[in-house]
């Protein structure tokens, strides 16, 4: 509904004064004279609108002014520009529809606003559910451990050294799952700074082959490049090397941690004009398709318990995502279930 103008409304109001004061001379002229003068009702017409029309003017402009000043400062915190926004009111304009704009446009940014901390408020509580929940397990098992040993286990030769490997296993659990924290809570809060450099993405990968090497033998899993790569082939990325580790790192690592015993993890390079396509493929356990959408959520996993016994922290591909968007480039996975895994990413070639 359109809201009324205050000018009409001011107009209206001062002749409704003349008006009045017009037919009220008009009568007692009558009274007095039984004539008309018509010249005295013009000029006292002329005289109480112009009077009124001033001073319903002045009035509505304090009044208007004052409400509006206040509705302003409720909606923001008022500084000159806002103030210099009241003084600027024409009555002559819809001020009412230009008011209620404004604070309709104030709701809505505050809605975003207010949607928004909800967000980062569940966001934060979820994130500390989750944290809180992969410490608890290996806490518990240490004390677990120290407990047993504590009651009389030290003395029996057969399982003390057992127990002190396990609980160095569930401290070093607890040191993967605090790096890994700490990279992602760096990386969300933008702290790190990307470091570009040209460097050989191929000897790179030879680097991680040989760091995983043993723990690849262990599962009999042989590490290869695609049929074409020779010792001296040399592919050029433009990117921060550290990092690319990294991805490298957590990829390769999962198709040893979800490849099966006597498998192959094979990484192969695609020339695509401008980007290098790297592909980190296995051909292990897979993922089902309804699990592909949710895997670069941080502590998502497919299978929990497996995950766990390979001292995972649920955030390894959630770091490798965060990576490779902030160099502007895209990661994909394809699998099946059964078959294996294929992750996927694409790198700025260089020369
Ligand atoms: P995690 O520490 O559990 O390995 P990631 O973020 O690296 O955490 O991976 C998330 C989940 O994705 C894993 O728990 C696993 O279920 C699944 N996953 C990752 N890589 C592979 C792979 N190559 N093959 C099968 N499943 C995988």
Not at 52 to 78: A, E, G, P, Q, W
Not at 120 to 128: A, D, Q
Not at 167 to 178: G, Q, S, Y
Not at 238 to 249: C, G, N, P, W
Request: charged fraction near 30%; include cysteine.
């Amino acid at each position: 509904m359109k809201s009324p103008n205050p000018y009409k409304l001011l107009l209206f109001g001062a002749s409704a004064v003349a008006i009045c004061c017009v037919f009220s001379f008009l009568i007692i002229d009558l009274l007095f004279s039984l004539r008309i003068n018509w010249l005295l009702i013009t000029g006292s017409f002329i005289i109480v609108f112009t009077l009124s029309y001033f001073v319903f003017s002045f009035i509505l402009r304090r009044f208007i002014y004052d409400k509006i000043k206040l509705i302003y400062k409720t909606i923001h915190t008022l500084k000159v520009q806002k103030e210099e926004k009241i003084k600027d009111i024409d009555i002559h304009e819809d001020i009412i529809h230009r008011v209620s704009t404004d604070v309709a446009d104030w709701a809505e940014e505050h809605k975003k606003e207010i949607e928004d901390l909800k967000k980062l408020e569940s966001y934060r509580k979820e994130f500390l559910g989750n944290v809180s929940h992969e410490l608890k397990t290996p806490i518990f098992n240490i004390q677990g451990y120290i407990l047993t040993l504590l009651d009389g286990a030290m003395d029996d030769l057969k399982v003390n050294r057992e127990y002190l490997e396990k609980t160095e296993k569930n401290i070093d659990r607890m040191i993967h799952i605090i790096q890994d924290l700490e990279i992602i809570s760096s990386l969300e809060s933008g702290e790190i700074k990307l470091e570009f450099s040209k460097f050989d993405i191929i000897a790179l990968t030879r680097e991680i082959y040989e760091l995983l090497e043993v723990k690849a033998k262990r599962k009999k899993i042989v590490l290869g490049f695609h049929e074409g790569i020779s010792s001296d082939s040399k592919i050029y990325v433009f990117a921060d090397k550290e990092k690319i580790r990294q991805v490298l790192t957590n990829l390769i690592d999962n198709s040893i941690n979800y490849g099966n015993e006597n498998g192959r993890t094979k990484v192969s390079f695609y020339d695509m004009d401008e980007n290098i396509l790297t592909e980190i493929s296995d051909n292990g356990i897979g993922i089902n398709e309804k699990h592909i959408p949710r895997l670069f959520e941080r502590f998502y996993r497919v299978d929990k318990s497996r995950s766990r016994n390979q001292g995972g922290s649920g955030l390894g591909l959630a770091i490798v995502k965060h990576i490779i968007e902030s160099h502007k480039q895209t990661i994909n996975v394809r699998s099946a279930p059964g078959v294996g895994s294929t992750f996927s990413f694409t790198l700025k070639k260089d020369y």
